[in-house]
């Protein structure tokens, strides 16, 4: 059976809150960024991820190392408060967000082009449709 880990970080990006959820699952990264808009508190937060977290849409997975060691506490929580002062997140999520945004803008530029195509056609097709019926004198 395989280890799956979550991670949520919540940071300030001007002028929003913003939290991205990182899920690491058989040595692969997945990532989805949540934007909460004013600061959440710890229990808004937590509510958010019980009521919302099955409709996430996690990013493509990336490959990632997966570091297995049990650690101090105290080191955890200082390695903890370095990473809330220090802003940004970590590049294997972002390179998953911008992975899951180029993706899904290609799917946006296709049914657009989808959709422009069909209207082209259907817009033609009345034209000859009108033009037969001139043709016949109606």
Known sequence: MDKVTGRLTVFFEDPFWVGVFERISEGRLSAVKVTFGAEPK???VYDFILKNY???HFSPAVAAAVKESSRN???IQREVRKQV???GI??????ALKMQQEQL???R???GREHREAEKQRQFELKQQKRK???RGR
């Open 109 to 111: 530029r296709t049914v």
């Open 90 to 95: 970590g590049t294997k999520s972002q390179q």
């Open 73 to 75: 506490p105290k080191r």
């Open 54 to 56: 099955c409709r996430l």
């Open 85 to 87: 002062q220090s802003t």
């Open 133 to 135: 019926e001139k043709h």
């Open 105 to 107: 803008k290609t799917e």
């Open 42 to 44: 710890d229990y808004e």
